[in-house]
């Protein structure tokens, strides 16, 4: 069974721009949630989506929003980006929402923002 | 404010020991807590996880354990290998969807053969 993926896998921006990031989860899975990563403040939730339905949102701005697909895939999206937003986002699906429900990661996308 | 703390960024074993891990939490609504690992240029795998219900919970050479009276959560690894070299987050869920986890900064670990 084929992992989560995570397209691109580095991605080099400068201030002012927009990304977009793709997660493909697991088959089967049906919530994927999105984290960001970096050095000092770890893996941060960003949001969660489930059924094409947005469940969860962490506390970013709105430069920060996402979708997801009816075949589970998923996008997240960042406007008008600044350097603080490098980092590695990563994806994470499971099959369903609610404890217990193991998440499994991608590899994450390097975001690099110049 | 972090409502799920890994205060040592590091710990380094030697091989066949016995690592500890530690992690302290804020919120009392947690009632699940999970364990990643994490290798560089990989996302995080999951290892063990534990409910509120339990103190104890034992999958092969890993094991955590749960102190809900003094908000703290440990993952001991024994024997220690030194494959088990990356960093460890702790997470936690208040019970609602598990796609709102509250990580822990991480502890690398260094398992010295």
């Known amino acids: 069974k084929a992992g989560v993926t995570q397209t691109p896998r580095y991605l080099i921006k400068t201030r002012g721009q927009q990304v977009t990031l793709s997660c493909s989860p697991i088959s089967g899975h049906r919530s994927v949630s999105w984290y960001q990563q970096t050095p000092g403040q770890g893996l941060q939730f960003l949001f969660e989506?489930?059924?094409?339905?947005?469940?969860n949102k962490g506390n970013f701005p709105g430069r920060f929003s996402g979708r997801q697909f009816s075949n589970s895939r998923s996008e997240m999206n960042v406007s008008t980006l600044e350097l603080g937003d490098s980092a590695l986002y990563l994806c994470?699906?499971?099959?369903?929402?609610?404890?217990?429900?193991?998440?499994?990661f991608g590899p994450g996308t390097r975001l690099t923002v110049l | 404010d972090q409502q799920v703390k890994q205060n040592s960024p590091s710990l380094s074993v030697q091989e066949g020991r016995i690592s500890i891990l530690n992690c302290d939490y804020t919120n009392s609504m947690f009632d699940y807590f999970l364990w990643y690992k994490k290798y560089p240029a990989e996302g995080p795998t999951f290892l063990i996880s534990i409910s509120s219900i339990k103190d104890k919970n034992e999958d092969g050479r890993f094991t955590v354990f749960l102190n809900k009276s003094a908000k703290h959560l440990s993952l001991h690894i024994v024997p220690s290998q030194p494959g088990d070299s990356a960093v460890y987050f702790c997470a936690a869920s208040d019970g609602g969807s598990q796609g709102n986890l509250i990580f822990g900064k991480g502890t690398k670990l260094s398992v010295k053969p």
């Open positions: 994470a699906s499971s099959l369903g929402t609610g404890i217990p429900n193991e998440q499994f």
């Open positions: 989506y489930f059924s094409e339905t947005q469940r």
